[in-house]
């Protein structure tokens, strides 16, 4: 295994640097995921074109859309008497968690599932922006604690070391996954940064610490 460095003003270059500093940031997060209730890892989660080999070298599946130019998902859609795929967001759980919620593919898990409860949104008026959801156990006990602006100041700094060709990556990936997926009902989430598919800020955003809540 390749260990990463990083201190805390390294560009982010990669992937595989992104999915660390996460993972780094994240680093309390298992005590909320086991005791969880939320009907959290359903819908469309999307795999990257580079993580997808790693995924199904461990006997993972996936399924592409739209053709060999279109979002790959992990595959955990039902079939359609005809073998045609049944899409529903809201009732496809993760087929790699466990009865006790436990993710049997952790180490091979896609940048979706390392990033979350960050996400990515499309907001009314900002575009696709990065979110942090505030429907997750673990974001919901940061707030109980009164530690929500530490994480969201730490998330803030992680975004904001993305280099432009890993914001690139994600916003040309997540264009084509919000193209078939639009949106799947309501959430409560912390706006931090737009996210650009040349990985620059624009002008008018949201400052460090002026994190808004929609809705």
């Not at 309390?28 to 080999?53: A, N, Q, R």
């Not at 008026?125 to 959801?133: D, K, P």
């Not at 914001?167 to 650009?196: C, F, M, N």
């Amino acid at each position: 295994m390749t260990e990463i460095g990083l201190n805390g003003s390294d560009r982010i270059k990669s992937v595989a640097m992104l999915k660390h500093v996460i993972d780094q940031c994240f680093r309390d997060i298992s005590p909320s995921c086991m005791v969880c209730t939320d009907p959290d890892c359903l819908g469309y989660i999307w795999v990257l074109p580079e993580e997808e080999g790693v995924f199904l070298d461990i006997g993972a599946r996936t399924v592409q859309i739209n053709g060999s130019q279109g979002p790959i998902f992990i595959d955990n859609y039902p079939r359609s008497a005809d073998g045609n795929l049944i899409i529903d967001p809201k009732q496809t759980r993760c087929p790699y968690r466990d009865n006790n919620g436990r993710c049997t593919v952790h180490a091979a898990r896609p940048l979706a599932c390392h990033l979350y409860p960050l996400g990515i949104q499309t907001h009314p008026t900002e575009g696709y922006v990065w979110a942090l959801h505030r429907d997750c156990h673990y974001v919901r006990a940061k707030e109980r604690e009164g530690n929500i602006g530490e994480l969201l100041d730490e998330l803030y700094g992680i975004i904001d070391r993305l280099d432009p060709s890993v914001s690139a990556q994600i916003y040309e990936v997540y264009d084509k996954v919000e193209a078939i997926s639009g949106r799947d009902g309501e959430s409560t989430y912390y706006i931090l940064l737009p996210l650009t598919r040349s990985g620059t800020v624009k002008k008018n955003s949201l400052a460090k610490g002026s994190y808004k809540t929609h809705p």
